[in-house]
């Protein structure tokens, strides 16, 4: 496995970790300050199936697995679409993003790092509005490319 690939699995560990502590963070000031509110109650299962994800994908990727590479590509994919409007809002993201937002203004590139998972479902505010992450786009390309080329470890 290449030092490329290594890198990817670290930061998809670090990011998972991240998005724990960040969503763990919100979610007890949200119980601290209003209780379990629909928000909390909802996003709760979301952010667990990512960041046990992100931690597998990242533990298998760094293995060398057939199944890493399926699962951060999975992880890659959930990450390269952003979508808000009225009837849905979702946003997520991990570790570094260049988002390409489409919307009736035109096009506008966001950079950044961190996490983000955002779902809402009938929110009124919402722009609509698109987006592609390219650096999730480009690494499920990569992704794609080495789950074709590469020899397996089975151990």
């Known amino acids: 496995m290449n030092a490329f690939t290594k890198a990817i699995a670290l930061f998809e560990m670090l990011g998972a970790l991240l ?5 763990g963070g919100i979610v007890l000031n949200t119980l601290r300050l209003e209780g379990a509110t629909e928000s909390v109650v909802f996003l709760m299962p979301f952010c667990l199936v990512f960041v046990i994800l992100g931690l597998v994908a990242a533990w298998l990727l760094w293995k060398n697995r057939k199944a890493g590479y399926w699962l951060s590509l999975i992880l890659q994919l959930f990450q390269t679409i952003s979508l808000s409007s009225r009837p849905l809002t979702y946003i997520y993201s991990t570790g570094a993003y260049v988002i390409a937002k489409f919307s009736s203004g035109g096009i506008t590139f966001n950079f950044g790092a961190g996490s983000n998972l955002t779902i809402y479902i009938d929110y009124p505010e919402a722009v609509a509005s698109g987006g592609v992450n390219l650096v999730a786009l480009g690494l499920a390309v990569y992704l794609l ?3 074709r080329k590469a020899p397996w470890s089975t151990v």
């Open 19 to 23: 998005t724990a502590i960040i969503i």
């Open 145 to 147: 490319i080495r789950l």
